[in-house]
């Protein structure tokens, strides 16, 4: 299979995964969106990491999400009055979630290929977003979502081990 | 007599959306962040079915459920596992140690009730009397 087909393969796993996650979890839909401006990489993100550790690959989830909008969202689900009641680490407790049910689905969607792993469980921090880079031979697929007005970027990342 | 229902899960989302789908019900909703809290709860109150994460720090689904069937008061409790985690040797694990469900995340709410609602008695809070 050639390097645009494996890439291809990866992004419908993402967007499934991403479209599935946002419409059960947080009741919202998203749509894929290729507007999107170099100034939306300089936004404040609650990023979330899932590794993917598997006998056959490596890969990585990375969930990109703005400060204000995750704020939004976990003072509904906590149920705080007060967005200023929100902690930072509320706002990693749910793109860390997040980003673990994100890459659940891509592992099972994976394992249907033949690919088994484990997700380790998510590294999460507040920082500037970046526009990912494919590492050595992995097949990377980023992709950005508008969700309720807000720009959210997700990353797969999927590399091969070779004997 | 309300259900009492255990949930163990690291993320605190995951267990406030679990508190906000039972809050209609007469249930008893007790919380833990881990297995290790998970297990010195399951022991103490002898919950009538606990709601499993896999994938937690400091000790993981398996290792507590494993410990409970080990234990003569908790080896019956009914456990639904919730977890991203649909890895077939995970699921082939929790099966050996007779896990009454297996729901995956990202999970809808009716479906999480109904699994629940399967296992324990749902019994709907009296509506609040209107305000004089």
């Known amino acids: 299979m050639s390097s645009d ?8 796993m993402a967007a499934l995964a991403m479209a599935e996650v946002l419409d059960t979890q947080l009741h919202l839909p998203g749509v894929e969106t290729e507007k999107y401006s ?11 990491h899932v590794a993917m550790h598997g006998p056959q690959f490596t ?9 204000p909008f995750v704020r939004s969202v976990a003072q509904q689900i906590f149920g705080f009055e007060n967005p200023a009641d929100v902690q930072d680490a509320d706002l990693k407790d749910v ?12 592992a099972a969607e994976l394992l249907a290929e033949g690919l ?11 920082v500037t977003r970046v526009k990912h880079e494919a590492k050595d ?6 992709t950005y979502w508008l969700c309720d007005g807000n720009l959210i970027s997700l990353t797969v990342q999927k590399k091969l081990i070779t004997s | 007599m309300s259900a ?13 959306v679990i508190s906000r789908l039972l809050k209609p019900f007469e249930v008893e909703l007790l919380e833990a962040e881990n297995g290790e809290i998970g297990l010195a709860i399951a022991t103490e109150k002898l919950p009538n079915v606990i709601i499993l994460d896999y994938n937690m720090p400091v000790m993981d689904g398996v290792t507590m459920l494993t410990k409970m069937r080990e234990n003569e008061s908790t080896k019956s409790i009914p456990v639904i596992m919730l977890t991203a985690d649909a890895n077939p040797q995970i699921i082939a694990t929790v099966a050996r140690l007779g896990v009454k469900d297996y729901i995956t995340k990202p999970f809808k709410d ?11 008695q749902l019994v709907p809070r009296p509506a609040a009397p209107p305000a004089a």
Request: glycine share 8%.
């Open chain 1, 5 to 12: 087909q494996e890439r291809l393969k990866l992004h419908k």
């Open chain 1, 38 to 48: 170099l100034a939306d990489h300089d936004t404040l993100c609650v990023k979330g």
């Open chain 1, 59 to 67: 890969g990585d989830i990375f969930l990109e999400i703005p400060v």
């Open chain 1, 95 to 106: 793109v860390g979630e997040l980003s673990n049910m994100i890459g659940g689905r891509v």
């Open chain 1, 116 to 126: 088994t792993c484990t997700l380790v469980p998510p590294d999460k921090s507040i």
């Open chain 1, 137 to 142: 031979s992995a097949e990377l697929s980023q």
């Open chain 2, 4 to 16: 009492k229902i255990l949930s163990v899960d690291d993320s605190r989302m995951v267990r406030s």
């Open chain 2, 110 to 120: 009716a479906d999480l009730i109904a699994k629940i609602g399967r296992t324990v």
